[in-house]
């Protein structure tokens, strides 16, 4: 591990300490922002999609169990070739907007159910097992797409709101705290070269006014008087 580059008690480094410090907090502040705008959204589709998710599953169960019937009495090539006929060209309509960076997709399509005379068969040659198979499938494409972006925005809030927890908690815990720390380092090291240049400068003060002082002259004895 490399070690600690010495930290310089200067007043420009206090200066750039004091500037990434309101960096890091203006920063912070930012994405605590942008998490609380997510969250907000994220809560909106999860009420969304789970009501919508819910019906869903009970089309699949339902058509597994109906599928499982018609194959059994119509026979599967039937089934698959009515499949072919009914075939249909979905075309969706795809949106964006954008929160605080974060892009959410948004997608409508036509309406899939159809009636008897728009699948492509003769409604007379085919028994009702078939007819509930198809609308039961429409239904449950319908549910398929109005889900479909929900699932997909899900992800992309959530994979960025676990990256926004990340960036904060590093901030609030380690940068912002070490840029703290940094701070009262500097500034206690320059107050305490302050004081002791203030102790120098009356030291030599002192010094200067003894020298400034006129000097006793010297007794003169009894050798100096004859």
Aim: avoid cysteine.
């Amino acid at each position: 591990m490399a070690a600690t580059e010495p930290i310089k008690a200067t007043r420009d480094e206090l200066l750039r300490t004091r500037r990434d410090l309101k960096t890091a907090r203006e920063g912070k502040e930012i994405l605590e922002k942008k998490k609380e705008a997510l969250l907000g959204r994220f809560l909106q589709m999860v009420r969304q999609y789970k009501g919508k998710r819910e019906a869903l599953l009970k089309d699949i169960k339902a058509l597994k169990d109906l599928l499982a019937l018609t194959k059994a009495r119509e026979g599967s090539v039937t089934v698959r070739s009515l499949a072919l006929a009914t075939a249909q060209t979905v075309e969706l309509d795809v949106s964006m907007d954008n929160v605080m960076g974060t892009k959410i997709f948004h997608m409508r399509h036509p309406r899939l159910r159809r009636d008897l005379l728009s699948r492509g068969y003769n409604p007379a040659s085919i028994s009702s097992r078939i007819e509930a198979v198809a609308a039961t499938a429409e239904r449950l494409l319908d549910r398929m797409l109005d889900i479909a972006h929900l699932e997909h925005n899900l992800k992309t809030v959530g994979k960025e709101m676990g990256a926004l927890n990340r960036k904060i908690n590093a901030l609030e815990e380690t940068i912002i705290p070490e840029l703290q720390a940094k701070l009262r380092y500097i500034q206690d090291a320059l107050e305490q070269a302050e004081r002791e240049e203030i102790f120098r400068l009356k030291m030599i003060k002192r010094v200067q006014e003894r020298k400034a002082q006129p000097q006793p002259e010297p007794a003169q004895g009894p050798l100096a008087a004859s």
